[in-house]
């Protein structure tokens, strides 16, 4: 949140002057103490209220001018709040001129607390070392930024970068998730034989690699993307809207699966906490919930396609640099032409958005994968993913994968 808040804060010159270098600063000074005095602070970000989760603009906490332009005063309660000893929270209130964005330091310039009431700890299911709290604005002072009326579309530059984290956490944990398997299929014998030679067991480590792979990916993919967007890139910014919703709702609804998938494969030792993968399976499903849970994230895939169809067109130039390497992913991209054409009724679209943005990811995932993915992987991946008849579970790669070639560069030994 603390550098996903710097684009945010661009939106007010003068505030992103004074604290983007504390935001950008590599070392935290500790402490209740004026942000502004400090050499680096950390940043939270306050949206969430009781009736107001994805569709923040039912927020009621209110923000009322303070005396001095752009201050407010801040009074209402935020049911989620994570990172609550942050130094400055980004927070959605109404202003007079509708739903708006502040700038709320926990310690005011003259040393004071902010009226900021921490109330209660979240007591999570998983996700314990980051603290989420809720909490109670009582006149909180905090600085607008951006226009008033104008909150969502200032936070939302908060929101891309989050979910860009989403993707990327996904990505990784899977990774993580991936690694242990391998290591313990390596060294463990059942039957006579390690696990990791005996074939149905090749099959799971083998798919649980690809989708890893391909995950990852598509999330580094689209962080560049992210990158070179801020740097000015029109096309890399289309590609990133879309791309990045696409890439958020699949990725990160594929990653508790395949956590319990991973967990699995190490048997009743992948249960216990000794093993880490307890925390990997309670950590999995957050990143999917976080900054627009699923339905939410393939909804917004539909309003990107019908508000900016230049996105469109620039995930199919995107996804066609992948043409003719592979016939099942020129077939599913002319599928998905196909579709779009086809969109038709709003609540009907809505209604399949999940299965179109499923598809999306995975052409998109493709297509990376054919241009940059090891041949087996690609291979593996348009088979069981954009082709053909594959069962729902993973360790269901149809017959002919080259799992050897997958399997070998997997492990924790393996360089990716
Ligand atoms: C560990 C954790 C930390 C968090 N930290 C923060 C934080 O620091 N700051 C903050 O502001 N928030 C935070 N949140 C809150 C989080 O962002 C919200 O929980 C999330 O946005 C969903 O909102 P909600 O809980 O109100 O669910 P709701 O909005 O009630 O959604 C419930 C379900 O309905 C679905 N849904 C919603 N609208 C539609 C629709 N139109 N059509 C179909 N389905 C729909 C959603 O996808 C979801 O599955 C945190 C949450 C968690 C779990």
């Known amino acids: 949140m603390t550098y996903a808040a710097v684009p945010a804060l661009r939106a007010r010159p003068e505030l992103a002057e004074v604290y983007e270098p504390l935001l950008t600063s590599r070392s935290y000074d500790f402490g209740l103490r004026v942000p502004t005095e400090k050499r680096g ?38 049911w989620f709040t994570s990172a609550p000893m942050s130094d400055v929270f980004l927070t959605l209130a109404q202003a007079p001129g509708g739903l708006s964005c502040f700038l709320v330091p926990r ?29 109670e604005y009582e006149g909180a002072l905090g600085r607008l930024v951006g226009e008033e009326g104008r909150g969502v579309a200032t936070i939302i530059r908060m929101v891309n970068m989050t979910r860009l984290d989403c993707a990327v956490s ?12 391998v290591h313990h299929a390596t060294h463990r014998s059942a039957f006579g034989a390690r696990l990791v030679d005996q074939p149905l067991m090749r099959n799971v480590l083998a ?35 879309l791309g990045l919703a696409v890439t958020k709702y699949w990725v990160c609804k594929r990653a508790p699966a395949h956590a319990a998938e991973a967990l699995e494969c190490l048997g009743g030792n992948g249960y216990v906490e ?41 995930y199919f130039a995107e996804v066609d640099w992948g043409a003719g390497a592979d016939r099942r992913l020129d077939a599913a991209v002319a599928g998905l032409r196909k579709e779009l054409a086809g969109l038709g009724d709003p609540d009907a679209a809505a209604y399949g958005a999940r299965r179109l943005v ?23 991946f348009c088979a069981s993913r954009l082709d053909g008849d594959r069962g729902l579970a993973f360790g269901t790669l149809p017959a002919g994968v080259d799992t050897a070639s997958i399997i070998e560069r997997s492990g924790p030994e393996a360089a990716v």
């Open 358 to 380: 499923e598809r999306l990811a995975l052409v998109f995932q493709g297509s990376l994968l054919v241009r940059h993915g090891h041949p087996a992987v690609a291979d593996a």
């Open 207 to 241: 798919d649980l690699a690809v989708e890893a792979e391909a995950a990852t990916l598509a999330a580094l993919r689209l962080a560049g993307a992210v990158d070179r967007a801020a740097r000015g890139d029109a096309e890399e910014e289309q590609v990133r809207r």
């Open 274 to 314: 000794d093993s880490g993968l307890p925390r990997l399976y309670r950590e999995s499903p957050l990143p999917s919930i976080w900054e627009g849970s699923g339905n939410v994230a393939a909804l917004d895939v539909l309003r990107a396609m019908a508000r900016q169809p230049q996105a469109v067109e620039a």
């Open 170 to 181: 996904s990505a990784s944990g899977m990774r993580l998730g991936l690694v242990q398997a």
């Open 107 to 135: 310690v005011l310039p003259d040393g004071t607390r902010n009226a900021i009431r921490l109330q209660r700890l979240k007591d999570k299911l998983g996700n314990r070392s980051n603290a989420s709290s809720e909490i």
């Open 41 to 78: 602070i950390i940043a939270g970000m306050s949206m969430t209220e009781k009736q107001g989760g994805s569709d923040v603009r039912a927020n009621t906490t209110r923000a009322v001018p303070a005396g001095e332009p752009g201050l407010y005063a801040l009074t209402g309660h935020k």
